[in-house]
């Protein structure tokens, strides 16, 4: 995105929180065992969750044991994020931060993650402060599910998505979100790797899915339209009323090099 500070990262989810929360996916099981696997990670480990939005992306590597401190601008995700009971102890902890400001000490981290956020930040200065943070050989992990078009309905779907206004300027370009990390001098040894996702959903929790997005279209007459022609795809596809939306879980590691002061 050329313009962040026109795009509004924090405040454009504002609103959003309960219908984020409720109809995103998790990332498939075995994206997260492929984070901890290549970033050696385990209980007790430390993980930055920058951008954490409603904690989705926490609960999940705070259930496998690690210590987990989410840090999100947003005050609304983040007091979603604050109000889910956690089924594991510690629960993440969350705190007020940007990607490219944590706030944070140095080398506090055993490895930073940012879940579907990572292109709302400002690449170059987020990095710069992921380094900082993380303690020699420490990892980075970027995760986003990416519509698979190969799918008929998720094609479909995600062509009215892309009829809202505001989604070209947004849409991620798929399969090269996380480019930036691979080609930063100040990290090494990464690599992309894909997972195959998906979501059942009826048709309030495809018009759930497709309004929580930060672009779908507000004014009440565009949005009146945008949700008829997503109950139209809904119509054409649903099986037993349900479709299922698909996904590639694109995850990009790489570590903390060693770059002179």
Not at 61 to 67: H, P, V
Not at 92 to 117: F, H, M, N, S
Not at 134 to 142: I, N
Request: with cysteine; aromatic share 10%; proline share 8%.
């Amino acid at each position: 995105m050329s313009d962040l500070s026109r795009a509004n990262p924090t405040g454009r989810f504002s609103g959003l929180a309960d219908s984020y929360a409720k109809y995103r996916p998790d990332y498939p099981p075995a994206a997260i065992a492929f984070v901890l696997s290549r970033c050696g990670l385990g209980p007790g480990s430390v993980l930055v969750d920058v951008g954490c939005g409603t904690g989705i992306s926490s609960r999940l590597f705070a259930a496998r044991g690690l210590a987990v401190l989410g840090v999100e601008p947003n005050d609304e995700m983040r007091r979603q994020a604050e109000a889910v009971p956690s089924a594991r102890q510690p629960a993440p902890l969350y705190c007020k931060g940007r990607a490219e400001e944590t706030g944070l000490p140095d080398a506090a981290a055993d490895a930073v993650l940012a879940a579907q956020a990572f292109h709302w930040f400002d690449a170059g200065a987020a990095l710069r402060e992921f380094h900082r943070i993380l303690k020699p050989g420490g990892w980075v992990a970027l995760l986003w599910n990416e519509r698979d078009e190969s799918d008929p309905f998720t094609a479909a779907y995600g062509e009215v998505i892309r009829s809202a206004p505001e989604a070209k300027a947004v849409e991620l370009p798929r399969g090269r979100a996380g480019e930036p990390l691979l080609a930063s001098p100040l990290f090494e040894a990464g690599e992309r790797v894909c997972f195959p996702n998906s979501q059942a959903l009826d048709e309030e929790g495809m018009l759930g899915r497709a309004f929580s997005a930060s672009y779908a279209p507000k004014e009440p007459a565009a949005a009146a339209g945008f949700a008829d022609a997503l109950r139209a795809v809904f119509g054409r596809f649903q099986q037993q009323g349900q479709v299922v939306l698909r996904y590639a879980t694109s995850v990009y590691v790489a570590r903390r090099a060693a770059v002179p002061a």
